[in-house]
């Protein structure tokens, strides 16, 4: 049983999950055998996509992600918005610097769900903004995973 479970987690693909924001990005982790998304951290976004990406990229290095799921801010009737432009300029970078395949995940109402679980939370504001942005990208990473692709 030992060995079916080293073979497994050999075999499974881990995955960052990005909530970009041009002041914070928030990244999660999972992968595709376990399938749950965790949060991980809170990056300072330079509001320049080739350096977001970058700073995404080497991330994904360090980590040993293969994949990206980014979070795309489609209006409440399924439009794209000025911001939706701008996430899909990121998303192409980071797959030209990275090489890695970059997925993109609907996120709407991801930021009022992470504001609902940290609002009974006793922190000050900045710490509660620096956590809404990972639970963001947790949020997106798992909806992302729970649909299975």
């Not at 009022?112 to 006793?122: C, I, K, Q, S």
């Given at each position: 049983?030992?060995?079916?479970?080293?073979?497994?987690?050999?075999?499974?693909?881990?995955?960052?999950?990005i909530?970009?924001?041009r002041?914070?990005?928030?990244?999660?982790?999972?992968?595709?055998?376990?399938?749950?998304?965790?949060?991980?951290?809170?990056?300072?976004?330079?509001?320049?996509?080739?350096?977001?990406?970058?700073?995404?990229?080497?991330?994904?290095?360090?980590?040993?992600?293969?994949?990206?799921?980014?979070?795309?801010?489609?209006?409440?009737?399924?439009?794209?918005?000025?911001?939706?432009?701008?996430?899909?300029?990121?998303?192409?970078?980071?797959?030209?610097?990275?090489?890695?395949?970059?997925?993109?995940?609907?996120?709407?109402?991801?930021?009022y769900?992470?504001?609902?679980?940290?609002?009974e939370?006793?922190?000050?504001?900045?710490?509660?903004?620096?956590?809404?942005?990972?639970?963001?990208?947790?949020?997106?990473?798992q909806?992302?995973?729970?649909?299975?692709?």
């Amino acid at each position: 049983m030992v060995a079916s479970v080293k073979l497994m987690s050999l075999m499974s693909l881990r995955i960052l999950g990005i909530d970009y924001g041009r002041k914070r990005i928030g990244v999660a982790v999972g992968d595709d055998a376990v399938r749950v998304a965790t949060p991980h951290t809170t990056i300072a976004g330079r509001n320049e996509v080739t350096r977001d990406a970058r700073t995404i990229a080497d991330l994904a290095t360090a980590e040993g992600a293969g994949e990206f799921v980014v979070g795309l801010p489609l209006t409440a009737d399924g439009q794209e918005s000025e911001q939706t432009v701008h996430i899909r300029k990121f998303a192409s970078e980071l797959a030209r610097l990275s090489g890695k395949p970059v997925h993109l995940q609907d996120e709407h109402l991801t930021s009022y769900a992470a504001e609902e679980v940290l609002r009974e939370a006793a922190l000050t504001r900045k710490k509660k903004k620096a956590l809404t942005d990972r639970i963001a990208a947790q949020k997106i990473l798992q909806a992302w995973l729970d649909r299975g692709t």
